[in-house]
């Protein structure tokens, strides 16, 4: 697997706020777009960048004192660059141009400018393109939890470079949580503490140095649902290398996948740094909130539409909001096939029927491009409209469908 581009890109935009150089592994295979997008907004910030896309990328961090520049960011479809660059951005000299592409310019934005400007920073927009300048002097702030989860990572990330520190609170339920932890994890690395108030859902982050340190990003737990995924389908096995499949506090929530095709009729077998799954007999329906692992939900989907017995995905409302309306293309792809799905507002039922080949528009979105891919390997026929768009997170994707289609 491709490193996780979730670890890379906190590890990298930690990285440009440190004092001292840091030395970021994204392993030998690319990690896609959205990482590389992180990489030159370090670049565009002031940071000395060298190395990348793969390999170690070597991060000089602007520490204490940075030099007063303007900067132009271009975030493309990355919500983690869109995001942490806008935290990271208010606690440095200089105004900060933020901008994405059509579909990063209707993702939410709004409530993360609404916080840094309370925290003291001028943010110019509420949804993208935005300019952001400091100071960002700090103090308490609440943010909503429904929308995303990286709107409270970025300002965790940016906290201890806040003259006082933040405060945050996290209202309502919130989305993908093991994100939360992952930051938080993260940035305990880099020597920062992050303290948890007895106040539901409450963080706070005082002034404090951030350091350099060398890291090796580990593999990326969602990439590895799809073969995982082909296994389940297909029936079979396969091993999964350079990833860890144990959940445990701070690592890849993504890794709960596993655990549901357990319960779904297939054999897990987890190892430190790779995990083997296979199935012999039965695939058998699931019904399951998926809020906190929202990203393999289009992943599910198809290997739910091979399922035995009707199955419900719930808990996703937030993903209409993504690189696509994942709960439209989901259905509308399996729709495509000759699936049989009833839409909700927070998810989806699929009910098993046989499928046939046809035309899935990915809506410019990996996650579906990808869940698809691996039910044409089952699925004689699937075309995928807009395939290119796995060089987000997964450039290699169709050489590992091909190993698997051999």
């Avoid at 404090?208 to 389940?232: E, F, K, L, M, N």
């Avoid at 779904?264 to 329906?285: E, I, N, P, Q, T």
């Avoid at 098993?352 to 004689?380: E, K």
């Avoid at 409209?385 to 450039?395: I, L, R």
């Amino acid at each position: 697997m491709p490193a996780s581009k979730s670890v890379a890109n906190r590890e990298l935009l930690l990285s440009a706020l440190a004092e001292g150089t840091s030395h970021v592994d994204v392993g030998e295979l690319d990690p896609g777009d959205d990482v590389r997008a992180m990489r030159d907004a370090l670049f565009e910030l002031g940071c000395a960048v060298e190395g990348g896309p793969t390999g170690t990328i070597r991060i000089t961090g602007l520490g204490r004192s940075p030099v007063a520049r303007d900067a132009s960011v271009n975030a493309g479809q990355a919500g983690t660059v869109a995001r942490f660059v806008a935290a990271a951005a208010a606690v440095l000299p200089g105004r900060t141009r933020i901008d994405g592409d059509e579909r990063m310019r209707a993702r939410p934005m709004s409530s993360l400018a609404k916080a840094l400007r309370e925290l003291g920073a001028t943010v110019e927009g509420d949804a993208l393109p935005l300019t952001v300048a400091g100071p960002l002097r700090g103090g308490r702030v609440v943010v909503p939890g429904h929308e995303s989860s990286q709107f409270a990572s970025a300002l965790l990330l940016a906290g201890a470079r806040a003259a006082e520190g933040i405060e945050m609170r996290i209202s309502g339920s919130v989305v993908s949580a093991p994100f939360l932890d992952l930051t938080t994890a993260v940035l305990r690395e880099r020597g920062v503490a992050v303290e948890r108030l007895l106040t539901p859902n409450t963080f706070r982050v005082r002034p404090q140095r951030i350091r350099a340190r060398s890291v090796q990003v580990p593999g990326d737990a969602t990439a590895a649902s799809y073969p995982a995924a082909a296994a389940a389908i297909l029936g079979g096995g396969v091993i999964v290398q350079n990833v860890d499949p144990r959940p445990r506090p701070g690592a890849q929530g993504d890794v709960r996948f596993f655990d549901l095709l357990e319960r779904m009729g297939c054999a897990v077998a987890r190892h430190f740094g790779h995990v083997k799954v296979s199935r012999r007999g039965a695939l058998f329906s699931i019904r399951e909130n998926v809020r906190d692992i929202s990203d393999v939900f289009p992943t599910l989907a198809v290997v739910a539409a091979m399922a035995e017995g009707r199955s419900e995905i719930l808990g996703v409302g937030h993903a209409r909001r993504q690189e696509s309306d994942r709960i439209a293309a989901v259905a509308s792809g399996l729709r495509a096939l000759g699936g049989q799905v009833t839409e909700y507002a927070d998810g989806i039922a699929v009910d098993p029927v046989p499928l046939h080949g046809g035309r899935v528009d990915a809506s410019g979105d990996h996650r579906i491009a990808m869940a698809f891919s691996v039910l044409g390997l089952q699925v004689p026929g699937v075309e995928i409209e807009g395939w290119e768009a796995v060089s987000k997170t997964y450039p290699g994707f169709y050489d590992m469908v091909r190993e698997l289609g051999h």
